[in-house]
């Protein structure tokens, strides 16, 4: 019988992307501080999020393996945030057109019965057109990116904004790095490929 598998998140999408590797294995939220500790890098922030969402969860089981995770968006070093308005939307558009962000994603699989912990930050980059704005607001629009972090959703109408994409797994960029994962879960015993 393979191990338990919990996904430490509440995401419809990091879901939907576990989904790719597995059907078997549960979600639970984790009750996690997520604020920056003074001097951390967005690196060190997600890196360390990721294994603390992870614990939270493995902390209440007696076995199985738990995954965490945790992005950043990054545009010349800060941190990118939600919009929340279709104004703050407009101006952080504006600022990426004919620009690259940075996505940071932070995994971690956590071993419940024995505590051990494997993790990794994956890098991905997405390199924005010249935008119009026309092109903005018109995306806003129509797609109301307003709770995503850089005001924009690739997995929708976010893709015809960009030049190109660059990075070794286009599911990091949603949230969950499914190549990165797959190994981590092998190092920890199990291979989703032949224990689904």
Known sequence: MPANLWLASTSVYRKALLEKLTPNFEMAKPQVD????????????????????????????????VIGSDQVALFDNDILGKPHTAENAFAQLKRFSGHKVTFLTGLAVV??????????????YVHFRQ????????????EQPLNCAGSFKSE???????EKLEGDD????????LIKLH??????????LLQP
């Open 156 to 162: 929708g109408l976010g893709i015809t904004l960009f």
């Open 34 to 65: 997520e604020t920056a500790l003074p001097g951390e890098t967005a690196m060190q922030l997600v890196e360390r999020l990721a294994i603390a969402k992870a614990q939270a969860v493995a902390a209440n089981l007696d076995d199985g393996l």
């Open 170 to 177: 286009p599911n990091s960029l949603i949230g969950l790095p």
């Open 131 to 142: 935008l119009t704005d026309q092109d903005i607001h018109t995306y806003i629009s129509r």
């Open 183 to 192: 190994q981590l879960l092998k190092q920890q015993g199990r291979d989703v």
């Open 111 to 124: 071993n419940a019965r024995t505590g051990a912990v494997v993790h990794c930050v994956d890098t991905f």
